[in-house]
């Protein structure tokens, strides 16, 4: 018998390997995948690695010349014969004007949300959906200017009226100068920062669970009594996020703040007096003008904002690994 024209039975293809995790055969898409993902992970501690120890080293440097103490001194003169600066200033007036922004902003921000996902009917919670989502995209030094031609002007009466009602605490006392104080500057913040919030917390109470609402209100619960019991747990680490977010351009601003503060190293007891500082304010208006060690104290002060805002995003995580488990996203 002749096997020379015989056809050969092809070689069967060797199977995936196997997962050393799952078991389940691992395309070599998912490794290149995997690969990929891994790497940008990596890159991405090993740029904020390089971003920690560029501002550590060049600190350093500013610190040690420094001849008052960096924490407490309520000056800033790093370009003179003995160089003098400190950030006390400099970290009130961005935590205060952010503070303010938050207090002013996330109410709101949840308000609005709430109404777009479950109030609002849907030919004009769409619109509204995109208006809020187009207020994001504006430039800052527009809410700058605006700010300072329009929103500054307008002020004195508030001004005017706390001080009438609420000026005893000290807090809210107006001289009847110009509206460029850290409460302006929260109120400019606050509606920089109120996009991003609502925006994030909408889409998370857009993705509550649709049977825990109909079983709400199949108890004989009322629409606010269904967002109190099913939305607003559902949703609080998604709301806390948002507002860490909010909190981070807040922290963070620049333009918009210089537009509208009159600067100045002192801290006053009360909101409305003008002065105070930020300190993206203040590298943005000094570094120009700075040498080489002017430089160096600048971006000390630059490293003890990062620092915050790591402390800031940290706290968040926190509080949101707390209580995830009373969330409803496991449900």
Known sequence: MDYSTS??????????????????????????FLGLSRGSGIALLVIMAAIAAFLTYRSVLAISGDKSNFFTTLDWNATGTEPRFGIAVLAFGTVVS??????LAV???V???LFISHYAPRRLASPLGYVIDLLAAVPSIVYGLWGALFLVPRLGGLYGWLNDYLGWTGIFSYGNGAA?????????LAIMILPIVTSVSREVFLQVPRMHEEAALALGATRWEVIRMSVLPFGRSGVISASMLGLGRALGETMAVATVLSPSFLISASLLDPGGGTFAQNIASK???????GQDALIASGLVLFVITLLVNGAARLIIARRKEYSGASA
């Open 7 to 32: 056809p050969i039975p092809d070689t069967p293809a060797p199977p995936p390997a196997a997962s050393p995790v799952s078991g389940k055969a691992v395309r070599p898409g998912d490794r290149i």
């Open 98 to 103: 952010s503070l303010i922004a938050m207090l």
């Open 107 to 109: 109410p709101v921000a």
């Open 111 to 113: 308000g609005i949300a």
């Open 180 to 188: 460029r104080s850290l409460f302006t500057v929260g109120i400019l």
């Open 287 to 293: 570094f120009s003008e700075a040498d080489t060690f």
